[in-house]
């Protein structure tokens, strides 16, 4: 028996950091959204009880490091699992680009194997489970637009966003997202206004969606990467509405409304950058089959 499952990438509209906790995480509030760029996880049962991952990519482990491993040695050893199980990743989403691949995997990886292996896990527990791999998995077991707080993993669903075209441009580098969070100085830090997100969101205001885009890590990947500054001035020259690093980075996202606009932006990136992607903003969340 087989199945598959769609791991789609999250953009960050919003990313606020309150302070740095006891346990070395940073409390957040941020507002996520899945957008149509997607892994696709294939499950299937094999002989005996390992678990196998194959990749095409060299940048992808194959091994325990591998969050879609770790999220189905978790289910494996927490419901006595004596199966095996093969995990192939075909990997569309780029890899350390801040659009939160690996979560997304292990948060697929969730969904399919409560499925495949009819544990019964509502959506809820699955996300429960998903905090213990990442502070992303949380919200890629949902997926849609939510609000995260805590280390990440405390969601609160929202609508979906106004619709419009998200162009996504990754520069040819990788960003740790420890070290990031490592050099970020919390004094004098300018704070994107969340809450105002929350509110453009729910009154699908586009506009207040734009001017509301706002993440603090920027503060320290654009000084330490020029390229990403590079590519956002770029993308406003050719014409986006609003412009943003996601996650830690190093990717750009750009928004724009009109169809010609996108198709603009898209090829004036594609002259420089290897990376570009134009697609949709997915917005609701997922639901178990
Ligand atoms: C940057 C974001 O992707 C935005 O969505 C997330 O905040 C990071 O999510 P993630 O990659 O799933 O993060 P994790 O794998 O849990 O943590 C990686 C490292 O980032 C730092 N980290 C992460 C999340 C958080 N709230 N505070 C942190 O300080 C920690 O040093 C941690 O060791
Ligand atoms: N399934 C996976 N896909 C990609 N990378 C993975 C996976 N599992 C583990 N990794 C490791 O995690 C590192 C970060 O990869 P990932 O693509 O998840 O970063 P990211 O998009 O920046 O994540 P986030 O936005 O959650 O911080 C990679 O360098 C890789 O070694």
């Given at each position: 028996?087989?199945?598959?499952?769609?791991?789609?990438?999250?953009?960050?509209?919003?990313?606020?950091?309150?302070?740095?906790?006891?346990?070395?995480?940073?409390?957040?509030?941020?507002?996520?959204?899945?957008?149509?760029?997607a892994?696709?996880?294939?499950?299937?049962?094999?002989?005996?009880?390992?678990?196998?991952?194959?990749?095409?990519?060299?940048?992808?482990?194959?091994?325990?490091?591998?969050?879609?491993?770790?999220?189905?040695?978790?289910?494996?050893?927490?419901?006595?699992?004596?199966?095996?199980?093969?995990?192939?990743?075909?990997?569309?989403?780029?890899?350390?680009?801040?659009?939160?691949?690996?979560?997304?995997?292990?948060?697929?990886?969730?969904?399919?194997?409560?499925?495949l292996?009819?544990?019964?896990?509502?959506?809820?527990?699955?996300?429960?489970?998903?905090?213990?791999?990442?502070?992303?998995?949380?919200f890629?077991?949902?997926?849609?637009?939510?609000?995260?707080?805590?280390?990440?993993?405390?969601?609160?669903?929202?609508?979906?966003?106004?619709?419009c075209?998200?162009?996504?441009?990754?520069?040819?580098?990788g960003?740790?997202?420890?070290?990031?969070?490592?050099?970020?100085?919390?004094?004098?830090?300018?704070?994107?206004?969340?809450?105002?997100?929350?509110?453009?969101?729910?009154?699908n205001?586009?506009?207040?969606?734009?001017?509301?885009?706002?993440?603090?890590?920027?503060?320290?990947?654009?000084p330490l990467?020029p390229?990403?500054?590079?590519?956002?001035?770029?993308?406003?020259?050719?014409?986006?509405?609003?412009?943003?690093?996601?996650?830690?980075?190093?990717?750009?996202?750009?928004?724009?409304e009109?169809?010609?606009?996108?198709q603009?932006?898209?090829?004036?990136?594609?002259?420089?950058?290897?990376?570009?992607?134009?697609?949709?903003?997915?917005?609701?969340?997922n639901?178990?089959?």
């Amino acid at each position: 028996m087989k199945l598959m499952e769609k791991a789609p990438a999250k953009i960050n509209l919003a990313l606020d950091v309150l302070f740095k906790r006891p346990d070395g995480y940073h409390e957040v509030e941020m507002i996520m959204t899945t957008v149509d760029l997607a892994d696709r996880i294939e499950l299937k049962e094999i002989p005996g009880k390992s678990i196998r991952i194959l990749s095409h990519n060299r940048f992808v482990p194959d091994d325990h490091r591998n969050l879609a491993y770790q999220a189905a040695h978790i289910l494996k050893e927490r419901y006595d699992v004596n199966k095996g199980v093969s995990i192939t990743i075909e990997k569309n989403i780029p890899v350390a680009a801040g659009l939160a691949g690996g979560s997304s995997d292990a948060a697929a990886t969730l969904r399919g194997l409560n499925r495949l292996w009819r544990l019964g896990l509502s959506l809820d527990e699955l996300a429960e489970i998903g905090a213990e791999i990442g502070s992303d998995v949380s919200f890629c077991v949902y997926g849609g637009t939510a609000l995260a707080k805590g280390r990440g993993e405390k969601i609160t669903h929202l609508p979906p966003p106004p619709n419009c075209w998200v162009i996504l441009a990754k520069p040819t580098l990788g960003v740790s997202t420890a070290d990031v969070y490592k050099r970020l100085q919390l004094s004098d830090m300018e704070h994107p206004d969340v809450y105002g997100m929350i509110a453009a969101i729910e009154n699908n205001d586009y506009q207040k969606v734009c001017s509301g885009l706002g993440n603090v890590l920027e503060q320290v990947t654009l000084p330490l990467y020029p390229e990403v500054a590079n590519i956002k001035n770029q993308m406003k020259t050719f014409g986006a509405d609003a412009v943003l690093m996601s996650g830690s980075g190093p990717t750009v996202f750009g928004l724009v409304e009109h169809d010609s606009r996108m198709q603009r932006i898209y090829n004036g990136l594609r002259g420089f950058c290897d990376q570009v992607y134009a697609v949709r903003l997915l917005g609701t969340q997922n639901r178990l089959e």
